[in-house]
């Protein structure tokens, strides 16, 4: 049996996308920023997909700009808030494309505050407050954790940010949560950044939304594309499959994420019986519907991740299995977890599409990977079956 058990790092593309996608594939090929018919056709489509994309959204076509992904999205966001100098400030659980562009910046010159998460990896409203100053530029809250999954009250911190000071920007990178949560784009949010491929639509093309008033300079300069703002053919195969993605996923939101949670809660609970020593990470309570993460003691993640891939379970570890240090995850040391209990780290992220007998497999699986991780361990008391150095 395989069971595909890693939607957090990209989905299937689904068949609407799909479907929305290969007439500009095949014959619909002009460039978008011609005169004659075919290009004109591919304006049309692409500026059809723009309004589909933003009305799932409920935001203006016009704020919406296409993207290669969230990676680009973040960075623009970012260095664009940044041009003209100022402080930014950002929580200690973001994605890499938005914490390593915050270190970027700080080595150009402007100052980064990284604010604190608590146990659950939540950010509290205060917290944040404490961490603005007269001249931040702009604040990024990621909308929900791509390791954890937890989800962030954006609409109140973002209207926190803005009672202290209606000048600094407030980005969130909505890119796990976007067609699996509504999102609260609320007047206090003044970007926010998504990715087809994180639901159901092709890798490779992502949307920056930039509130009207906001004025962004451009990343890419060049032949003026996307109203000025970013320049480069544009990718209308790949905006078609965004804006179809999104809107079945909007479509079929609330009974697809009634389903993902069920399937996620029964992934949760037969783990953490069937495995002594493990422990759920992220917020029971503000959670993604999909996402399952664990740690588990005198385990090594990516041994698991790899022992699961043998018996057919595809999931992932938070560990930074590319590092040549092998560092534990950034999120969990956030929250709060030790060295050596953030290396025992794995993620497991359902979708809809999944079944219970999938999740029964999952779990009978984890249950023999840990067995034998820990039956290979020096940090694993065979006799006992406990951790060593247990008190």
Not at 110 to 133: C, F, M, N, Q, Y
Not at 275 to 290: D, F, I, W
Not at 365 to 374: F, I, L, M
Request: charged share 20%.
């Amino acid at each position: 049996m395989f069971v595909y058990c890693d939607n957090a790092a990209t989905t299937p593309i689904c068949k609407p996308a799909l479907d929305a996608m290969l007439p500009w594939l095949e014959t619909g090929y002009g460039n978008a920023s011609g005169f004659y018919k075919k290009a004109r056709e591919a304006k049309k489509a692409l500026e059809g997909a723009r309004r589909t994309a933003a009305s799932c959204l409920g935001v203006a076509p016009e704020a919406l700009y296409f993207t290669s992904g969230g990676t680009e999205s973040d960075n623009w966001a970012l260095k664009g808030a940044c041009e003209a100098g100022g402080h930014i400030a950002v929580s200690a659980v973001e994605h890499h494309a938005v914490l390593h562009t915050a270190q970027y910046l700080k080595k150009r010159g402007h100052p980064l505050s990284v604010v604190p998460v608590d146990g659950d990896g939540l950010i509290h409203a205060e917290t944040l407050v404490k961490a603005l100053r007269p001249d931040t530029a702009i604040v990024s809250v990621i909308y929900a954790n791509n390791e954890i999954g937890t989800v962030q009250p954006v609409a109140g911190l973002a209207r926190a940010v803005k009672e202290y000071s209606k000048k600094i920007l407030f980005h969130t990178d909505a890119i796990q949560a976007a067609g699996h949560i509504p999102l609260d784009i609320s007047k206090d949010i003044d970007m926010l950044s998504l990715s087809a491929h994180k639901f159901g639509g092709p890798k490779g093309v992502g949307a920056l939304y930039i509130k009207a008033d906001v004025k962004l300079p451009p990343l890419l300069h060049g032949g003026g594309h996307e109203r000025g703002k970013r320049s480069t053919t544009e990718n209308v195969a790949g905006a078609a499959g965004l804006a179809a993605a999104l809107d079945y996923m909007c479509q079929n939101r609330d009974n697809f994420a009634r389903r993902t949670a069920s399937l996620r809660d029964k992934l949760v609970e037969g783990i953490l019986s069937a495995v002594p020593y493990s422990s759920l990470t992220g917020s029971r309570e503000y959670r993604l519907p999909g996402n399952a993460s664990f740690v588990f003691a005198a385990v090594e993640g990516e041994s698991l991740v790899l022992q699961l891939d043998l018996m057919g379970v595809a999931a992932s570890s938070g560990s930074a299995c590319s590092s040549a240090a092998l560092d534990p995850s950034h999120v969990l040391l956030a929250i709060g977890l030790p060295h050596e209990k953030a290396h025992g780290s794995l993620r497991l992220t359902v979708g809809h599409e999944n079944t219970e007998e999938e999740i029964d497999y999952v779990i009978q699986s984890v249950k023999t990977a840990v067995e034998r991780c820990r039956n290979m361990s020096p940090l694993w008391d065979a006799k006992k079956g406990e951790p060593l150095h247990v008190h």
